[in-house]
């Protein structure tokens, strides 16, 4: 099966300081990757969509110049989580899709913030 | 818009017990159906789908029928294990564009 992964896996950091999650789609080229944010014992939370060149896809709510977010190639999409507080404290998840519409998700990242 | 509701946690059962989880949706038009499942710490596997009505998806022992007439996806496994523990999402999607979750619902199993 598709396999996407995920680094880090978990990160403790300074308020104030920015933080990169790896995206990795391993053994598919992934056109699409999305981004989710969940809270403990909450569902995920849709963040952005970023397609493979362009620009990222944020949903209502979400502040774009806080989440960046790059899709570089068709195996890899990054995260960066700018200038963290304590309130950005949670578990992070990505998705990657390929030619069919089944998304494969990363195992997570839990980023704590200082 | 498009929504998923789930039946509410948590859910706890004795080993080898009949499980259902209960997932219905609100869309318009068709969508394809999915749940998920998420073993503590851990990401979420795709643990089946369907994605016209009457299919049926099923894998590890769990199935999901899609029932168009009632806007249904009910979980259902026979005999649930240990290993089963986990919290299950229910999730539609149309086509290309982008999942929406219901709320999951948290399954432990009792030895």
């Known amino acids: 099966g598709a396999v996407v992964s995920q680094h880090p896996s978990r990160v403790i950091c300074k308020s104030g300081t920015s933080v990169k999650i790896e995206c990795r789609s391993l053994d598919f080229q992934a056109t699409t990757m999305f981004w989710y944010r969940q809270f403990p014992k909450q569902s995920l939370m849709l963040m952005a969509t970023?397609?493979?060149?362009?620009?990222?896809?944020?949903e209502q709510g979400v502040e774009k110049d806080k989440f960046l977010i790059n899709h570089a190639s068709l195996t890899l999409s990054t995260l960066t989580v700018t200038s963290a507080h304590p309130e950005d404290s949670s578990f992070y998840i990505c998705?990657?899709?390929?030619?069919?519409?089944?998304?494969?998700f990363g195992p997570g990242t839990r980023l704590l913030v200082l | 818009g498009d929504s998923v509701t789930q039946m509410e946690g948590p859910v706890t059962l004795s080993e080898e017990a009949f499980l259902t989880i209960n997932c219905t949706y609100t869309?318009?038009?068709?969508?394809?159906l999915f749940w998920y499942v998420q073993y503590p710490g851990e990401g979420l596997q795709l643990l089946l789908k369907a994605t016209k009505a009457d299919d049926k998806g099923s894998n590890k022992g769990f199935e999901a029928t899609y029932r168009k007439e009632t806007t249904s996806f009910h979980l259902e496994k026979g005999s649930v294990q240990v290993s089963d523990s986990a919290v299950y999402f229910c999730a539609l999607s149309f086509g290309n564009e982008k999942l929406t979750f219901g709320t999951g619902t948290r399954l432990t199993i009792i030895p």
């Open positions: 869309a318009t038009g068709y969508p394809s």
């Open positions: 970023s397609n493979e060149g362009s620009k990222a896809t944020y």
């Open positions: 998705s990657a899709r390929g030619q069919s519409e089944t998304q494969y």
